[in-house]
């Protein structure tokens, strides 16, 4: 019997197994939080979720359209401020980041500011860093789920808007960013990436289902590494897939893009 | 300790906590009666040209009521504190309210997209930007709240939103570690909408708080809107439910529905068609033009904004929605 | 007619009289918190308490034996941390602090840590500064209310726990100290002091009724100097004792002192 | 923004915020059942030798129980944050449990007098001792919370506090203000006595909080000891009462008057005429020794040592003075 799934499905039963149990997840709204949320109803009902507007620990009902929204905080175990949230990150406590951007490096590097023209005039303005940089520099393991595409994926970043390896080696510890935090790994519709532990390269470690590694090179503006074993990513399951379409996302908000 | 690198972004506000304290010092203690509306609110304690900040997170708890109040007053040449804001700085920019932002968060709606009216108005040159980070902003409000002109944090580092910050990176001189140093933001004025306020500026704050505790001490002028007035007895009461004191507090104002088109935990939850009709409106300038025309230059109030997108029948249904009382029996 | 009245009283009436309406006060136990309650009842309603424990102008029901306990707080309109109450206070809220010690020198610097033999082997050892340093640094005027004791008022304080005018001149500036603050007044039994302008010492500006300059020189340490003119002191009202006696401090826990 | 002026004073605690990151990361975030007995909690969570901190202000909401229980158990050679100490103080001193101090306030009971006691205890010169104010201290919590090596303040300067203390002076690279750098304080363990907890650590505290909030966030491990346990469910029905979250925390100890003879706001009020009992018998070093014998080290547990004061009948006496019953009818 085969399955059949989305990319975006894919990405989130994917990701969602890294997130184990007992672990906490500083996270905002969309595929990340969906990633999340199937996590704690599946092997992980122990996650802890902090969201930056204050809240922690929530049971989230659906969606959230917003992370400072009444459903990021429902049955929360406590609600607080951006600060605390923050300063937990920055302490130590928080284990994994999900995060995006308009562009992302080799390095892991994340552009969410502008594309094009200059700073002060810009052609495509982005929000800006958001909490992305706060989590990016603070939270243990960064993690980035997108889709995999050469414009996305390149060289140099216009802007480097958070922190990923930066230029690679030692140079994140050495502009003073917490010791022992980093991109861990990238999660797109073609395959799983981690970095390379002394050069700090993108590398791909797992090919998703129907695709090769020339695709995902092909859709990369970069040269890839690749591990020297590199296996096939395991695709949704069947509770997975329930659970992601009846529970964690029933009106398609994320799952239907 | 020498400072290691400069940001070169344009810092917008002066840090020095003598000069804020001069100003604080001059300000009355007296707990007296500070309600009033919402315009005479706008009208004497917002300028032309100052610097101000919103309180709550993107489009929850935001003060819109206000903003829709400062494009109607035409309030011009501000800056602005970019800090999580998505609707609101979608008006703000409608009216072209600022021509300076410390940017946080901005022409985003979180997972409701990217608004065309503030991205267009970004991508003009006319507006001068320092980058930041939500952190950042938070914690440069933390340290006009605490009265020092600075903290020091771990964000930042290693990238261009430094590059095109304000702030300092030292060297640690207890453990050597490089920081980055985050001056102290003392907004001219800091709005922020609230469920409860007695009438001297006491007031109570549920569910998530983001920065406003510090916005509230950190900025020289108060303006607070709230979904309802209590006694000051009531505030009396339960002193452990105080979020913030009445001595910072310029003005008072009773607006119920204040966040509307937002969501207000445990009150009502955003509304999310009119929400998608700003988005749409705004990608043709003319039809926009009449859509603000008509949803805010023509309303004597907020309540006139609502009772034109459905009045208290639509304030019921997010009522509803927020409680997610549809739900009941479901779960 | 007479009225009649204790040391102790005296210092309590005459200090109340500073506290204009409006203000804001931040103090600890005893004389001093009789001084801002009797002030609340009599010209002063809306003189705001702060309480370094956390408390936020309470309507304090009888005098608290901590600043922490649950009559400093009572109907306050706030209760917090510490850190808030302090920061409130260096942030430039507060307009008084009324401080005490076991030594206050002609620069009202003021010793509470220890007297004789050295810092880690004391031979009377207090608490150190508690709130006062904080408080002596960040509010506006810091006033002193004391008994006027040759041992007490020094020449030099053995250990400067909180900062007055430190050496005089600009010495309490140029230490870093927030402009504008500083001591402002001292209320002893025999007197009331403020402090040159210039020199920044301490100088008699009224006199106590039943004392004369001599009586508060023999009892002081160093040479005070005199304001130009030196008036006598207003004595308590007969409003002011029965205030003081019947509601601030019925049980004499201060005034029977 | 080199180093001014450098306080002599020992740095009993390391403020490196990679070290405690890394300790951090480590401690179980699983919410799991943390109830225990509070001796149980003293035997696996504080060591001889380490530092650690109580909450609580003065002797309102002060973890007594705890105290009594590191007697009996003869902590010995420990650090200790001094911070608004009184009772507690006090007690530890009467144990010799700690051999170094951070200073901000200590050997005093505020009204009450000074302890004699505490005061020959530090006046042996065993203690080694390091000058602080009590807001110096709760900035040093408060950097440590954060994850940050130090926070700038402006108390200190000019005094010989700061020569005692381990702060360092520096000019603010902003506004050329001299600051005084506080070190971050991560204690080995804080032991912080509250209302209401869940099983799991989530904790209530009502009235004034002091420091406490920070002091869970600083210390590497977190003994709570509550009035009562409540579910948490009640937790998750209103979070924005919250103080702090169950990940902070190792242990759960049910102590009802976990707190006497010391105020619990909105439960209890102190037992005055026992705290003087104590100052009386600290005055002769022979009976000192008997009433600890007595009060201390002859009680099981706390409850014993309540039985022996009073036991039920004191603590409703206690209860009605809280809560101001006997001045019913007066006002």
């Given at each position: 019997m085969t399955t059949t799934y989305n990319a975006m499905e894919l990405m989130i039963c994917v990701a969602s197994r890294e997130l184990e149990d007992g672990s906490t997840l500083a996270v905002g709204t969309g595929a990340p939080c969906a990633a999340a949320m199937l996590a704690q109803r599946l092997n992980s009902p122990n996650l802890s979720i902090l969201f930056e507007a204050g809240s922690v620990s929530p049971q989230l009902p659906e969606m959230p359209i917003s992370v400072g929204d009444s459903r990021a905080s429902h049955k929360a175990v406590m609600v607080s401020t951006m600060g605390a949230i923050m300063e937990t990150c920055q302490r130590g406590y928080v284990d994994y980041t999900f995060l995006g951007g308009a562009q992302i490096d080799m390095y892991g590097n994340l552009n969410s500011t502008f594309i094009g023209g200059t700073h002060q005039k810009p052609k495509v303005r982005f929000p800006g860093s958001g909490g992305a940089n706060d989590f990016g520099s603070f939270c243990w393991k960064m993690m980035v789920l997108t889709v995999q595409d050469a414009r996305r994926f390149v060289e140099k970043c216009e802007f480097i808007t958070t922190p990923g390896w930066l230029s690679g080696g030692n140079s994140r510890y050495e502009a003073g960013l917490p010791e022992g935090t980093g991109p861990y790994k990238v999660f797109t519709n073609m395959a799983v990436m981690d970095f390379e532990p002394e050069s700090r390269r993108m590398r791909i470690i797992s090919i998703n289902p129907g695709y090769s590694v020339k695709d995902v090179q092909d859709n990369c503006g970069f040269e890839l590494l690749k591990a020297p074993k590199i296996t096939e990513t395991l695709p949704p399951t069947e509770i997975e897939l329930k659970i992601l379409r009846e529970e964690v996302d029933p009106h398609r908000y994320v799952i239907g893009r | 300790m020498d400072i290691i690198r400069k940001g070169r972004?344009?810092?917008?506000?002066?840090?020095d906590p003598d000069h804020a304290r001069a100003f604080f010092q001059k300000k009355s203690r007296k707990m007296v009666n500070k309600s009033m509306t919402l315009a005479k609110a706008i009208e004497t304690f917002v300028h032309d040209g100052e610097y101000f900040a919103l309180g709550g997170f993107g489009a929850n708890r935001t003060p819109i009521a206000a903003c829709h109040e400062m494009l109607r007053q035409r309030r011009k040449n501000m800056g602005f504190?970019?800090?999580?804001?998505t609707h609101d700085f979608e008006i703000l920019c409608a009216g072209e309210v600022f021509d300076r932002v410390d940017a946080g968060y901005i022409v985003g709606l979180e997972a409701r997209g990217l608004s065309p009216c503030a991205r267009r108005y970004m991508q003009t040159g006319k507006v001068k930007v320092t980058e930041w980070t939500n952190y950042s902003i938070s914690a440069r409000l933390r340290a006009a709240a605490m009265g020092v002109p600075f903290i020091p944090t771990r964000n930042l580092l290693g990238t261009d939103t430094f590059e095109c910050s304000a702030a300092k990176i030292i060297e640690c001189p207890y453990t050597g570690k490089k920081l980055a140093l985050h001056p102290a933001l003392y907004p001219d004025v800091g709005i922020i909408h609230v469920h409860e306020s007695d009438v001297y500026g006491n007031v109570r704050v549920r569910g998530i708080l983001k920065s406003d505790n510090d916005l509230a001490r950190a900025s020289k002028r108060v303006i607070v809107t709230c979904e309802r007035l209590i006694t000051n007895e009531e505030i009396r009461r339960d002193p452990t439910e105080t979020t913030f004191p009445y001595f910072l507090v310029d003005a008072v104002c009773e607006v119920p529905y204040g966040g509307y088109p937002g969501t207000m935990a445990y009150e009502y939850f955003s509304d999310e068609e009119h929400l998608r009709e700003w988005l749409k409106a705004e990608e043709d300038p003319d039809v926009f033009k009449d859509f603000l025309q008509r949803n805010i230059y023509d309303c004597k109030d907020h309540h006139e904004y609502i009772n034109k997108n459905g009045g208290m029948e639509k304030m019921l249904q997010l009522r509803t929605i927020e409680h997610l009382l549809h739900k009941e029996g479901k779960r």
């Open positions: - | 972004g344009e810092l917008f506000t002066d840090p504190c970019g800090h999580t804001s």
